[in-house]
Structures are given as C-alpha cells and as structure tokens.
C-alpha cells in the first residue's frame, strides 16, 4: 500500500483528522527544510507537502512566489531535493511526502527519469496544479501501476460536472481548493464552499482534505463534519519566516493545530 | 487528453482546474461566434470603419531595389493605435461582450498590446487592468500614459523578472480569481487552448487581404512570406492563408538579441526544449533545472522566452523555418527602411526586414517577398535614439 494511502487509513482508524502542510524546499536552505521536516514528524504532522520551487508558479499566490523565488536564488533545484528525499528516508523520516510542483519541472527531468527517482527517493505523491485532468495521461502511464508514487487529484468550487471524472482516477485524497485563484489568500472562502465539499464527500470514496487560505484550525470549523483534513501552506511559510525557520517553532504550531483540528 | 487542443505535440490546457470550466466555455462561445454571421459582419466592420483596415500592400521600390527583390510590406504599421494587435483584440472584446462580461484584462509587454485592450476596452464601455512588467513599464512609458488616457489602469508588476513573462503570470492568476465576469484578451498565439485558436483566426485578416492583394499585382503567390516572431501572433496571422500553398516559403524571425551564442537572446525555436508555461506546452527557454530562463532583446515585443504552440508545430513539421537577427541587425534594417522609404519600422517589425536583407540575396527581381510590417516605431523612438547614441538600452 502506498504511504499515504496507509496514513489515511491509520488516521480514519483513529477517528482523526489529517493535518497537511506546505513547506517550499530548501528554503532558506536543505538543512533548514530538513529539520523542519523532522520537526514537523515528530510532532504530529500527518502529510508534508514539499514545493519544489519554479521560476513560474501561476498557481501561488505572494507569499509562495517570494518563497520559490528565494529558495531558487539559494541554489534549490529538483535533483537537490532528491538528494534530499534519499537522505532523510535514509535516516528513517517515514511521514508520508507529496511534491508540489508545476509539471515544466517533471518534463524537464524526463517522464521516465523523473517517475524512477520519485519511487526510489520515497516521494509518495505528486500534487502539480498546472496539469489539470485532460493532461494528466502521459504521466498517469508513466506512474503505472506502481504503489510508491500516486497523483493526487484537485478540484475547485467551480469544478461541477468535472468531478465525477476526477475522483475516478483520484487515489490518496482528493484536494479541495477552497477558494477560486492561487494560494494564500486570507480565509475568504468561496461563497458556495459548504455545498461544494459536501458534494465531493458525497462522491468521493478516499478522504477529502481543504486548501488554500487556511491559518487556523478554527478556520475549518464550518466545516468540520465535512472534511477529513486541512492543508496549511502560505500561512506556515510566513510563521516559519518570522520564527526565523527554527524547528522548534514548526513543531509547536503543527502540534497545535492537530490538537485543535481533532478538538472542533 | 483533447486532441483537439493540440498542433501535433504542442498547444493543450495547460492550467489550474479551476480554469478548465471557464476554457470550455469560453472554446464553446469562440466556436459559435465564428460560425455566426453577424458577430464575423460586426468584427470586421470595426476593423474596417474603426481600426482602419483593409491594410495597403506596399511595393517598398528603393527597398527592393537595395535588397535585390521585390518586396512588399503588409502595413499594419497603418492600423489604429499603431499594429496589428488591435486586429485580435476587436474580436476578443467582441467575444467578451456576447458572453456578458463586464471587464477585461490583458497582459503587456511593448505596451501595444495594452494599448489596443485600453481601446477596445474604451470603445466597448468595459472596465479594464492591464499588467504589465515594472521593467517595462519603465522601457515603454509613452505606451503606459496612452493605456491611461484610455481609462485602463496600469498594474507594475514586480515579481520574477519583472517583464512580459512575469506579466502573463500575474494576469493569469487574476483571471483564475475572476474568471465569472472577467474576459482574459491574450495578445499574442500563446496560451492554453483556444487562445491560439482564436488569436490566429482574428489575425488571419492579415494574409487574407495580402494574399489577394498579392494576386492582384503580380497574379501569383509570393515565393517568400516573412513576419517577425514573439509570442507569433502577427506572424501566425500573415502565415495563415499561405499555410496551404506549399509553393510560398514561410519564415519566422526570431530575435537573437546580443547573439544566440551569448545566451541572451529571445530564441525559443532556436535553443529551447519543449516545456511548459503560461497553459502551453511548447518551445522554451530553459536553464538546466528546469527553470525559465530570461529572453533578452532590444526589442520588447519579442522580448518572450516561449513560442506559440502552432508555430513550434510548423517548424517541427518543416511548413515553416524559423531565424533569428540580432540587435545590432534589426537596428541597421530599422534606420535602412527609414531612410529609404520614409517608414519608421517597430523595432520587432525590423527583425523581419533585416532578414528579408539576407534571404534577398538568395533571390531575383522577379521574385516577390512579402513582408509584415506589424507595427510603426513611434513607441521605440527613444531605444532608437539611445542606442543610435551608443548609449546601450535598458534590458
């Protein structure tokens, strides 16, 4: 079974919420995005989504534009974050990690290549925002059938018809983004979100998780018999930058938000 | 995948999921339009009555004469607001309105893009925003103050490289965040599909009437036909209705900034790798990790680091070869054309004519090149005058 797929279980087992994060990789530098992880690990972060940065990322909003910008300026790149990857599942990190990124990255490496290192480097999922459903099949082929990777599927308050046919092919769970337009906009929902997370829970079979605009874990609130799961980004990389990326501080503000999240 | 998106490998949907609805609709609403006689009678009696149009085919003679063949310069140099980009932008603001939106964004680099959206946008009662790069806002002033004469306003953009490039991205997210009553006027034959789609067919006027005009004078196709290449919407524009004409040779000219072998060029065909960007998948430049690399040109209309898909698709099937001049070149050919013709070129338009200088030697008298002229020089005359002063420009 896939790593995030036995995650998921464990916590529907459990009766638990999931508690998702987004860090940018090497940010401020590998050392740092590997002590958060670390951190983050042990304090009970159920999923970390690592980005891999882009010099183009269309679907960020400021504060992961200026994240992935800097990361680049201080020498990230993909084949590091591999290196990464291979260290830290070396050294027995086992939280399940999803990459990220924008798919100009995957193609630049090479389909093959890139699905190959993935399955030896333990990423256990792929989120790439600019490859909606109709372009997903050269990569979905090249993923095979193969457990260690799977891609995890987004849809969007405005996504309607579309979802059926998304959540057939969607393995883990499904990302609900929770607001039209890119990351990191306060939590100023979209109008309609209520009804739109109630109908994909209805349709999906796997667990259901929201995104985009998320601070706290009262943010969910409204729809807390909804979701399965929350997904912090923009506003984890502002904490961490004013926390100046000390570990201690990720660790404190996941264990935190997991506590809160299961007590709503 | 929706094989209709694509030009052989090249074109698709390139964007967040939140986009594709809008897509859909906006390919379904594009469809109708075009097969809907009105709405085409409409299109071109503002191309007509507002934007100026038919375009003269001009048989440019001392500069014929100079290069060794007969050429002729499609004058889209002539166009209200100064290019062809007004052409496209009519027909997508037309569009806009059918499907009831209310505002229009755009994105810019030389600013005659933003100019022909402020326009459209001030003769169609619509509210519009215009990103543009700080880089440029500052290269391409004369332009910014036009936009907001026209009532558009002007967003800077600051982030990544602060050009064209960075521009689009930011339209993009806005137009991701406002897709319900916000129309996106992509300018150039880029973006995810039907963008490419649509900006060629309401650029095709282009070659429709040359190609008659050319009829008309020498009762022949020409042997060459040549536009310069950004984004490629003037050049997809004049190439259109010669596509089927296996006879006509068609020619992209890229620009080749300080020097391909410099690396600061703006050659996507040349020396980029297929990728993604900005909803495509095409020809981009790259750097070893996958990033975007910068274009570079003296010219900010070709200032673009991709291509768009049906020209990648064009050259890889041989229909079309693509070139690249310098700086330098396209600097020379623009001073060349103003002193024999009295026709101050756009600084993009003079990469075509200092080709058409080189591939002139290849060709006789009784041959016949035509040649788009995509836009007047106005905008550029001081990158002109700064670099006739040796002063270098800002890039």
């Known amino acids: ?264 | 995948m929706n094989k209709k998106a694509y030009y052989g490998e090249f074109g698709g949907q390139y964007v967040a999921e939140s986009l594709m609805n809008t897509l859909e609709e906006l390919d379904a609403a594009f469809e109708d339009a075009i097969r809907d006689p009105k709405f085409m009678e409409q299109y071109h009696d503002y191309l007509r009555q507002y934007v100026g149009r038919e375009t003269p085919l001009y048989y440019a003679k001392r500069l014929s004469e100079a290069y060794g063949t007969k050429i002729y310069l499609k004058r889209e140099d002539l166009n209200h607001t100064g290019a062809h980009k007004i052409n496209n932008v009519i027909g997508q603001i037309l569009l806009a309105k059918r499907m009831g939106k209310t505002k229009v964004i755009a994105e810019t680099g030389a600013g005659q893009h933003g100019v022909a959206t402020a326009t459209g946008a001030a003769l169609f009662d619509m509210e519009c925003t215009v990103y543009m790069g700080k880089e440029d806002i500052e290269r391409q002033k004369l332009n910014v103050l036009r936009m907001e004469m026209l009532g558009a306003s002007v967003v800077s953009v600051e982030s990544g490289s602060n050009t064209l490039k960075d521009a689009t991205n930011e339209a993009i997210r806005t137009w991701a965040k406002t897709a319900e009553d916000t129309f996106y006027v992509i300018g150039s034959a880029v973006g995810p599909y039907p963008y490419p789609k649509m900006v060629k067919e309401f650029q095709s006027v282009i070659s429709r009437e040359a190609k008659r005009q050319h009829m008309e004078i020498e009762g022949r196709n020409p042997d060459v036909v040549m536009a310069c290449v950004g984004g490629g919407s003037n050049s997809i524009g004049m190439f259109a209705e010669f596509i089927g004409e296996p006879e006509v040779a068609l020619i992209g000219v890229e620009a080749a900034g300080l020097g391909i072998e410099t690396g600061k060029h703006a050659s996507a065909m040349a020396l980029g790798a297929p990728g993604v960007l900005h909803g495509m998948r095409s020809y981009l430049l790259q750097d070893e990790n996958g990033n975007v690399q910068l274009a570079h040109s003296i010219s900010a209309g070709l200032d673009y680091p991709g291509v768009g898909p049906e020209h990648a698709y064009l050259r890889d099937t041989g229909r079309a070869s693509y070139v690249s001049v310098t700086d330098a070149e396209a600097m020379d050919a623009l001073v060349e054309l103003c002193r024999l013709e009295g026709i101050i070129p756009a600084i993009e338009s003079a990469h075509a004519l200092a080709y058409a200088k080189k591939k002139a030697k290849e060709m006789t008298m009784e041959q016949s090149m035509v040649l788009c002229l995509s836009g007047r020089g106005d905008k550029d005359v001081n990158t002109i005058s700064d670099y006739l002063a040796g002063k270098g420009y800002l890039n």
Do not use: W
């Not at chain 1, 036995?6 to 860090?23: G, H, N, R, S, V």
């Not at chain 1, 993923?143 to 979802?163: C, E």
């Open chain 1, 1 to 264: 079974m896939n790593r995030i797929e036995q995650a998921l279980a464990a916590l529907k087992e459990k009766k638990e919420k999931a508690f998702i994060t987004y860090i940018t990789a090497g940010l401020p530098d590998y050392a740092k995005t590997k002590a958060i992880i670390q951190a983050q690990e042990q304090a009970g972060t159920d999923i970390i989504e690592l980005g891999i940065p882009f010099s183009d990322p269309v679907a960020d909003g400021p504060v992961i534009q200026a994240a992935s910008y800097e990361a680049i300026q201080n020498g990230a790149t993909l084949e590091k974050t591999f290196s990464l990857m291979e260290e830290i599942r070396r050294e027995g990190v086992a939280v399940p990690i999803v990459f990220m990124m924008y798919y100009n990255s995957v193609l630049h490496y090479g389909l093959e290549a890139f699905v190959e290192k993935c399955s030896c480097a333990g990423v256990d999922g792929l989120i790439i925002p600019d490859l909606p459903f109709e372009e997903q099949d050269e990569l979905l082929q090249a993923l095979g059938k193969t457990d260690s990777t799977i891609f995890i599927q987004l849809v969007s308050p405005v996504s309607k018809d579309r979802v059926p046919k998304i959540l057939e092919r969607a393995r883990g769970f499904v990302y609900c983004v929770s607001s039209m337009g890119v990351t990191g906009q306060s939590a100023d929902f979209h109008r309609e979100v209520i009804s739109y997370l109630t109908s994909v829970k209805e349709q999906s079979k796997i667990p259901v998780m929201m995104g985009f605009g998320i601070r706290t874990a009262e943010d969910v609130r409204p729809m807390k018999e909804i979701i399965d799961g929350a997904i912090v980004g923009s506003h984890f990389i502002e904490l961490l930058r004013e926390q100046d990326f000390r570990p201690e501080a990720a660790a404190e503000y996941c264990r935190t938000f997991k506590q809160e999240l299961n007590r709503l």
